[in-house]
């Protein structure tokens, strides 16, 4: 039962570290914690504690799965947790915008500075783009990602939706077939 007591702690120190400005739905830090791991080893004073085996964490819609969770205290504060995985996965509703999806083999959050590394094959989807790299670092603070390399040819992906305005839309003939006669549709044309 203590040391029950003391994976509950730890994680929850993991998860109070986790950003809210990430703008995650509200209720989601007012729901329980849920904390899963094969093991626990560390301390909850100064130092690091750690998580491994099948790591999964949750409260309200975020879910962080990884191989190994690591918490690291500083003068009685989370200074810093890094994930490990093959990959590690997370995944929160983000408020007004739907589901928010990531992966990377390594995420670093640096609590005092609000920097979140993702490192090795990097891959964040959100509804509104999609970023891949082998490293993306995002400042929390000023909502700005950077990033460097990736998809095999040593170079950043991005994609961006566009925005569609009402009215604009591609026209369909009577069969629900794109017409080839507007551009950008599909179709044989004659």
């Known amino acids: 039962m203590k040391l029950h007591k003391r994976f509950i702690l730890i994680a929850g120190i993991l998860l109070l ?3 809210g400005t990430l703008l ?3 209720t989601d830090r007012q729901q329980p914690l849920e904390v899963n791991a094969d093991a ?3 301390t909850l004073g100064d130092g690091t504690a750690t998580l491994t085996g099948n790591v999964e964490i949750r409260q309200g819609t ?4 990884s191989d190994i969770a690591q918490v690291e205290k500083v003068d009685g504060k989370v200074h810093r947790f890094e994930l490990n995985g ?6 929160q509703e983000i408020e007004e915008e739907g589901l928010v999806i990531a992966e990377a083999r390594k995420v670093e959050y ?5 920097i979140v590394t993702l490192t090795g094959a990097a891959d964040v989807v959100h509804p509104q783009y ?3 790299g082998e ?5 929390m603070n000023l909502q700005h990602f950077k990033g460097s390399g990736g998809d095999g040819n040593g170079r950043i992906r991005i994609r961006l939706e566009p925005e569609v305005v009402p009215g604009n839309e591609p026209e369909a003939d009577e069969s629900g077939e794109e017409n080839p006669a507007v551009p950008g549709t599909s179709g044989e044309t004659g």
Do not use: R
């Open 17 to 19: 570290s986790v950003p």
């Open 135 to 139: 490293v993306l670092e995002y400042d």
């Open 62 to 65: 975020l879910l962080i799965q």
């Open 110 to 114: 640096m609590v005092a500075s609000g």
């Open 24 to 26: 995650a739905l509200k």
């Open 40 to 42: 626990t080893d560390g």
């Open 86 to 91: 093959a990959p590690v996965h997370l995944q």
């Open 130 to 132: 999609h970023i891949s």
